[in-house]
């Protein structure tokens, strides 16, 4: 590993991390309106039927995973005088905000017509977000190698992407009924993303120009790829996380998912006695209330992340929290719609144990590009944090397709009165289902090996070489 000779600490400035929070950001906005509002505006605004959706989701997300280890390898071997990862946050931004918004849009066309449509937008958009989002979650492991100040910009990271999925979940409706209201909410969906788009083209900028890459692979090594390749395939840390990440972010697609459906079927409009006062709400309102607080919520367990991770170390904050995070999943199934106050109160709580999972997800892999090189001598960092874009993938994939195959399995038609087996399938999607996402995603962690006390030798070695 070669450090820039101009550069002589391994600490990073406050700015630096922050303008690599924007980077999350902005992907993470287009991450929660796929996860929390894809499906539901396929399904009752765009007009496809929910079966149809669940296989789009596997089709397309299947191929669109097996692009980021491709993407990968192509970062890993660019060179420019900006270095490896960063030119990608600088030309992949403005296609990116394009294709978002043709996604999000509704043509005039056949049944048929509107499938292809969306097969056609949905992977050209997944292709531009694992061009940009691979390089730049790659970005951190040359940025520093200094484990604290990985699960730092880890932390910063994660603030960032649940502070931009945060500003989706509090404006989305609100945007979509306000251009809703003199034209259709097909177009009030189009104008919203047209913002959103926007908003991320711009801090993708910011992140290009307010970071840098600082660690280098040894000037001996050779790019292989297969070399890459048969290193990987004898990494068993790398297959551990990427079991953990997949089962972890079924859980959080499952949720997502499911909760707009929860809120305007099951739970419906609803009074809310508090404090002597009566106040009304819609489910609209409820649902985006709810969804805020969730990401709120995962920002408080993102800040807890490093406290608790130095104290217990990450392997066991990042098991006990998903152990945690099954167990009030399975108790949220038990919950009366009329109880409110229970339903939101054991959101918070969720909310934080899953907050505290993924920083040390990421700051885990680059842990893992630090083995990977220190046993084989050569670093594939970009193939190696492509994995952990893969691991979204692929939990996204299975997850969204299982939310989609389970409302048609359970009888769910859109905009009509459910039945009580659509219900049932709605409620268990959020609770139970999610919840052995996160119990598999526990028991994947109890076979990782990579403790702070093997890594610290391994960070040794790898310096004096």
């Known amino acids: 590993m070669v450090l820039d000779k101009t550069i002589t600490s391994s600490r ?42 669940g296989t789009m989701f596997l089709v397309t997300r299947v191929w669109d995973a097996l692009n980021d280890p491709i993407m990968g390898l192509i970062s890993d071997r660019t060179v420019t005088r900006r270095g490896k990862f960063r030119p990608y946050l600088l030309y992949v931004a403005v296609p990116f905000g394009i294709i978002g918004v043709l996604t999000f849009t509704t043509p005039d066309l056949s049944a048929d017509g509107k499938l292809i449509y969306a097969y056609i937008t949905y992977t050209l958009m997944m292709m531009v977000y694992t061009a940009i989002n691979v390089p730049y979650g790659s970005l951190m492991a040359v940025m520093t190698d200094d484990g604290v100040e990985r699960t730092s910009l880890a932390s910063w990271r994660f603030i960032g992407a649940f502070s931009g999925g945060l500003f989706v979940t509090a404006t989305a409706n609100v945007l979509v009924d306000f251009f809703s209201q003199s034209t259709n909410e097909a177009i009030g969906f189009q104008y919203t993303v047209m913002i959103y788009a926007t908003i991320a083209a711009v801090l993708f900028f910011l992140t290009f120009f307010w970071t840098r890459e600082r660690l280098a692979p040894p000037k001996e090594e050779k790019a292989s790829l297969k070399d890459d390749l048969k290193d990987l ?39 809310l006695e508090l404090f002597g006062n009566s106040f009304e709400w819609t489910s609209t309102a409820l649902s985006s209330a709810y969804m805020s607080i969730w990401l709120a919520t995962n920002i408080i367990g993102v800040l ?7 104290a217990l170390g990450k392997k066991a904050t990042f098991s006990y929290a998903a152990l945690l995070s099954a167990g009030l999943s399975f108790v ?25 999972i993924l920083p040390l997800g990421w700051s885990m892999y680059a842990d893992i590009a630090d083995y990977s090189e220190w046993k084989t001598g050569r670093r594939a960092t970009g193939l190696v944090f492509s994995s952990s874009s893969m691991s979204q993938k692929f939990g996204w994939t299975i997850g969204g ?26 409620r268990l999607m959020i609770s139970v289902i999610a919840g052995l996402g996160a119990l598999a995603s526990f028991a994947f962690m109890r076979l990782y090996k990579l403790d702070e006390k093997f890594m610290a030798t391994i960070k040794q070695e790898l310096n004096k070489r």
């Open 12 to 53: 990073l400035k406050l700015k630096e991390k922050i303008a690599y929070s924007f980077g999350d950001f902005a992907s993470s906005m287009f991450w929660k309106l796929f996860s929390m509002f894809l499906l539901f505006f396929y399904t009752d605004v765009f007009g496809i039927s929910a079966a149809a959706v």
């Open 233 to 271: 395939s004898k990494n068993l840390p790398w297959f551990v996380m990427l079991g953990a990440n997949i089962a972890i972010l079924i859980f959080n697609s499952l949720r997502d998912g499911s909760i707009l459906y929860y809120f305007k079927y099951y739970i419906k409009d609803q009074t």
């Open 304 to 310: 807890l992340a490093k406290p608790v991770a130095v």
């Open 332 to 356: 949220f199934f038990f919950i009366p719609a009329d109880s409110l106050l229970l339903i939101f109160g054991l959101n918070v709580l969720i909310g934080i144990t899953a907050g505290i």
């Open 401 to 426: 397709a299982i939310t989609g195959w389970l409302l048609a399995g359970f009888g769910f038609e859109p905009n009509v009165e459910q039945t009580q087996e659509a219900l049932l399938g709605i």
